[in-house]
Nanobody, 124 residues
Framework: QVQLVESGGGLVQAGGSLRLSCAAS????????MGWFRQAPGKEREFVAR????????YYAEPVKGRFTISRDNAKNTVYLQMNSLKPEDTAVYYC?????????????????WGQGTQVTVSS
């Protein structure tokens, strides 16, 4: 089992920045690729970004490329999502997730463990 706890969400104006954190506990954090997803009201959960187990490979959804940066610190068992130039359409609950496989996937079903989510609201 891996327990994931997100933090860092909040209310920000358009153009602002937030940094989300996801603290992991349980099994060895460095054995997992990590992802960030988001879910807006009335919409399906969607992929945002992913980072490989050693941090060497990252992937981003098109809407966030160039604005968001995923990173991890395996010594601190934490994955981060730096979000810059935020837009109202970024408003959602953001979830981190852990994947035992290091093969890239943007599918929700591919991830084995999930956090409870943190709300991000971007005002116009």
């Amino acid at each position: 089992q891996v327990q994931l706890v997100e933090s860092g969400g909040g209310l920000v104006q358009a153009g602002g920045s937030l940094r989300l954190s996801c603290a992991a506990s349980g099994r060895t954090f460095s054995n997992y690729a990590m992802g960030w997803f988001r879910q807006a009201p009335g919409k399906e959960r969607e992929f945002v970004a992913r980072i490989s187990w050693n941090g060497g490979i990252t992937y981003y959804a098109e809407p966030v490329k160039g604005r968001f940066t995923i990173s991890r610190d395996n010594a601190k068992n934490t994955v981060y999502l730096q979000m810059n130039s935020l837009k109202p359409e970024d408003t959602a609950v953001y979830y981190c997730a852990a994947d035992r496989s290091d093969y890239y996937s943007a599918r929700v079903a591919a991830y084995d463990y999930w956090g409870q989510g943190t709300q991000v609201t971007v005002s116009s």
